[in-house]
């Protein structure tokens, strides 16, 4: 997963598979709109990696 305030990269947080959400307040302490994209990351072997996921919903802080 990755944070970013408008265009700017903020966070990069990897989780695992069964991880079905993730607090990124502690890394919002600026002002600004944040939206996350995900992209799940594949084994090498059975699966590949997926695409980037669209940006979320804008968050204003």
Known sequence: MKLYR???LVATQQVKSTV???????????PGVYTVTVRAIGD??????????????????
């Open 6 to 8: 408008g265009s700017t």
């Open 44 to 61: 090498g072997t059975n699966y590949k990696n997926g695409a980037v996921s669209l940006r979320s919903n804008e968050k204003k802080k």
């Open 20 to 30: 079905v959400q993730y607090n990124f307040a502690s890394k919002m302490t600026r």
